[in-house]
């Protein structure tokens, strides 16, 4: 059976906290109008939320030890006011093993996007699957700046358990410092995904992301017919200090010019203890 069912495709946006905006902010507003312009109002204005993968060029190679994909590309919102130049590379192994490495360049970072939201990648899962497991920390959701009072450790749930039911549906249920995670079906079909260099970000979602990203209230949100699940990099933190203003503190922010991670991917069978 097809349990992985679409990506993995780049993903920058997140759904938007409170913090992101604070105060009053709306996305019709202005960024020129403040002095310190809330980063969603940014984000939403360039279209980070509407990023579409343009391929410029595919490059196959094949060896003795794997088989390799690279694509290269850019990420462009609907207006191709701005973009983000990508490469993907895929090393598959005759293990059944894949060895995904991801590099994304902001060259707006100077002028529109001085901050982004997360960098990423998400997969997509038939709502078959139903168990979440994962060496990180846990067992409720992490963020850069927010996961002391979660210790590393090995968890597992049901999928929906990762949802935090925030009254107004917004970016919820992350994982922090993620060394391994695997996605499973009731049979415990699915998929390993291992951290290379740097741990991963995980979390796991019933709804669609634009589902998350525009529902007022909890009771807007709808079961999709996939599962997604996102593996990320780097997420910005939430901030928190007060709530008029952002107020992620500079260390946790996105403001690199060039981003680069890799993980590894293969089939699995496990039973969950």
Excluded at 140 to 162: M, R, T, W
């Amino acid at each position: 059976k097809n349990l992985l069912v679409g990506g993995p495709i780049i993903n920058l946006w997140r759904a938007p906290l409170d913090n992101d905006g604070g105060w009053g902010a709306e996305f019709s507003c202005d960024p020129s109008e403040k002095t310190d312009p809330m980063h969603i109002i940014q984000w939403h204005k360039y279209g980070l939320d509407e990023l579409q993968e343009e391929i410029d060029e595919v490059e196959i190679n094949e060896s003795m030890k794997c088989f390799c994909i690279q694509v290269n590309g850019k990420l462009l919102p609907p207006s191709k006011e701005i973009h983000f130049g990508f490469k993907k590379t895929f090393s598959i192994y005759p293990s059944g093993l894949i060895m995904v490495d991801i590099m994304v360049e902001n060259s707006n970072h100077t002028s529109k996007i001085p901050t982004l939201p997360k960098v990423g990648t998400q997969f997509f899962f038939s709502n078959e699957m139903k168990k979440l497991q994962w060496l990180g920390r846990g067992p409720h959701e992490s963020y850069a700046d927010k996961k002391l009072s979660a210790f590393v450790g090995c968890y597992q749930n049901q999928i929906p358990e990762n949802f935090w039911n925030y009254a107004r549906p917004q970016e919820n249920g992350n994982k922090t410092d993620v060394r391994w995670a695997t996605i499973l079906d009731e049979d415990n079909h699915g998929f390993l995904f291992m951290a290379k260099e740097d741990h991963l970000n995980i979390s796991v979602h019933e709804c669609s992301l634009e589902n998350l990203t525009n529902a007022h209230h909890p009771y807007d949100l709808v079961t999709s017919n996939r599962i997604t699940l996102n593996v990320d990099h780097q997420q910005s933190g939430v901030g928190g200090d007060n709530s008029w203003t952002p107020s992620t503190h500079e260390e946790f922010l996105l403001k690199r010019s060039v981003y680069q991670y890799s993980f590894e991917l293969c089939p699995t069978q496990t039973k969950c203890e």
